[in-house]
């Protein structure tokens, strides 16, 4: 994947519908998954619609944004982790999208996830070293270009992941990242800003 193919800006709108977490008021058996919707005509896209403590909430905040479950389009897995994956039926009508096929009814198509465009705006892009399968979604929005990775589990690190199985792939696809990237969406935070890193 070159650099050069993804804009600076784009079309895309993103809206973070569930800020994930790892540990929760002193509980470390709670984990989520950060949830992304990015809207890019025509596709409506859910990003690691994994572990929340509501279904109800995470729909009501896709549906406060104007969609119903069975408007989304895509749903991207990360990686198979649990935690982003387990919720995806709430989108019957979505392909589903990974590291090497799109899965849609009963149809698996294989393909390798990098560089796929998903809306005019919105590429997918191996980066792997939390898993090797790792993939990130990169969307060029008016503001600048919005990364959903687990690159960074969230702001505040960790700097060096504890299950990341291969640390110097990690190291490159965050370099890579952050050489474009405006705001990442990490695997279990808030978004923040991907300068503050570089």
């Given amino acids: ?15 973070v519908l569930h ?56 749903v991207v897995f990360s990686h198979h982790h649990p935690d982003h994956t387990v919720n995806a039926a709430l989108f019957p009508a979505a392909r589903i999208h990974d590291h090497w096929a799109v899965y849609e009814g009963d149809r698996w198509t294989d393909r390798d996830a990098d560089g796929v465009l998903l809306g005019p705006s919105v590429r997918l892009l191996r980066t792997p070293g939390h898993t090797a399968e790792d993939i ?28 990341a199985t291969d640390p110097a792939a990690l190291k490159k696809s965050r370099e890579l990242l952050l050489s474009f990237a405006t705001v990442i969406i990490p695997g279990h935070g808030t978004p923040f800003d991907a300068g503050a890193l570089r």
């Fill in 136 to 163: 990130s979604t990169a969307a060029a929005t008016a503001g600048g270009v919005y990364v959903c990775t687990h690159a960074w589990w969230s702001e505040d690190g960790p700097e060096n992941d504890p299950l």
């Fill in 1 to 15: 994947m070159t650099v050069h193919e993804i804009p600076a800006t784009g079309s895309a709108q993103v809206h």
């Fill in 19 to 74: 800020d994930g977490y790892v540990g929760l008021d002193g509980d470390d058996g709670r984990v989520s998954g950060t949830v992304t919707l990015i809207v890019d005509s025509p596709a409506v896209i859910v990003v690691d619609p994994g572990m929340v403590a509501s279904r109800s909430g995470l729909l009501a905040a896709l549906g406060s944004y104007g969609f119903e479950p069975s408007g989304v389009t895509d």
